[in-house]
């Protein structure tokens, strides 16, 4: 495959991250001849590409015998809108301990933030004011995750872990020790007005598009509070901010936008009850990522089933 001695991959993402990746890769086999975009040499020779959210999908149909696109995050969003990928031409995702410890760690401290009344006693704290508010209940504070993958199972748990009462929402039916599973519109019209504290954690499709607004947000008991880590695609701004303005959301972590970066005259950005991270929630880290990536190309040098493959015709 590839050169006489191994398999050339295109590697394409910011140049730092880029020579990490290069690193991490070469570092799991040597074999594997790395090319850095855009010195991407002969275009025949180019059989797997790794890939980020700034490469175009339409730039890789220049590369006759590529087998593999591989994914720098647990998301493919941007891989798959128009033009998508090359017809034929496999999807692999990253499924990572560290990605998943990271989303966990943006989740919880955001549920904890909103429980605990942080905002409240930081607004206290700036006005000198010295008052104990009502004491948080965690075993009555329940929160609600939309998506129950590696990112929203894995945040379930945690919090379930603390003693919050969890509930989860997927497309298909789910079995998790601890955890209220709901699927499908039905199981989402039952889950909302009983969640405390919703957290997005949804792959971006056509379906999920657009799913935190007005509707939504109305479901939820008055005085809710929204997370979002997965895509800014998934709320619809307008109706976040009536919302809060309202009071029928009491405050919103927003860790992705469209567009990104976040407009600097956006409401988001002085909102006081919003806050805001910069697409940072969780980020690949390559040593810990490669290996999978290796095991992928090896495995499609080898004509073997792929690992954390993409369902191109759901999505994600
Ligand atoms: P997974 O593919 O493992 O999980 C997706 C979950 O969403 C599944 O439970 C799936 O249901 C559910 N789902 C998909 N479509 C629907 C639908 N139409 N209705 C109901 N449920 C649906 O993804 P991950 O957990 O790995 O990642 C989730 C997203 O998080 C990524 O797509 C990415 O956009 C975002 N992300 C954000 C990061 C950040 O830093 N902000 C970092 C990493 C990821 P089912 O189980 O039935 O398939």
Not at 87 to 116: I, K, S, Y
Not at 138 to 166: D, H, K, Y
Not at 194 to 215: E, K, M
């Amino acid at each position: 495959m590839g050169t006489a001695d191994g398999t050339a991959v295109l590697l394409s993402t910011k140049a730092n991250a880029m020579a990490d990746w290069a690193e991490a890769l070469r570092a799991l086999d040597p074999t594997l001849e790395i090319r850095l975009f855009p010195d991407a040499g002969d275009p025949a020779a180019i059989e797997a590409a790794v890939v980020w959210t700034e490469h175009d999908m339409a730039e890789l149909r220049r590369y006759p015998n590529l087998k593999l696109i591989v994914s720098m995050g647990a998301g493919v969003d941007h891989l798959l809108r128009p033009p998508g990928p090359p017809p034929g031409v496999p999807v692999a995702r990253l499924v990572d301990e560290r990605l998943t410890q990271g989303m966990t760690e943006w989740v919880l401290l955001n549920v904890l933030r909103f429980h605990r009344q942080d905002p409240e006693y930081r607004a206290q704290q700036a006005a000198r004011v010295w008052r104990e508010l009502p004491a948080p209940d965690t075993a009555a504070r329940r929160v609600g995750i939309l998506g129950l993958g590696a990112l929203g199972a894995a945040a379930a748990r945690a919090l379930r872990g603390l003693g919050f009462p969890v509930m989860g929402w997927s497309r298909r039916p789910k079995a998790l020790e601890g955890i209220e599973c709901f699927h499908g519109a039905e199981g989402l019209s039952a889950m909302l007005p009983r969640t405390d504290i919703l957290v997005c954690l949804l792959p971006l499709t056509p379906q999920t598009r657009g799913i935190v607004g007005r509707d939504l947000l109305q479901s939820l008991p008055r005085g809710a509070y929204v997370i979002n880590g997965a895509r800014g695609g998934h709320v619809v701004d307008a109706d976040l901010l009536h919302a809060l303005d309202t009071g029928q959301v009491a405050g919103a972590a927003l860790d992705v936008f469209e567009p990104e970066p976040l407009p600097a005259d956006h409401p988001y950005w002085s909102h006081p009850k919003v806050f805001v991270t910069p697409h940072a929630a969780s980020i690949t880290i390559p040593r810990s990522a490669a290996p999978q990536v290796v095991e992928n190309i090896h495995r499609v040098r080898a004509g073997r089933p792929l690992i954390n493959l993409v369902d191109l015709a759901a999505g994600y």
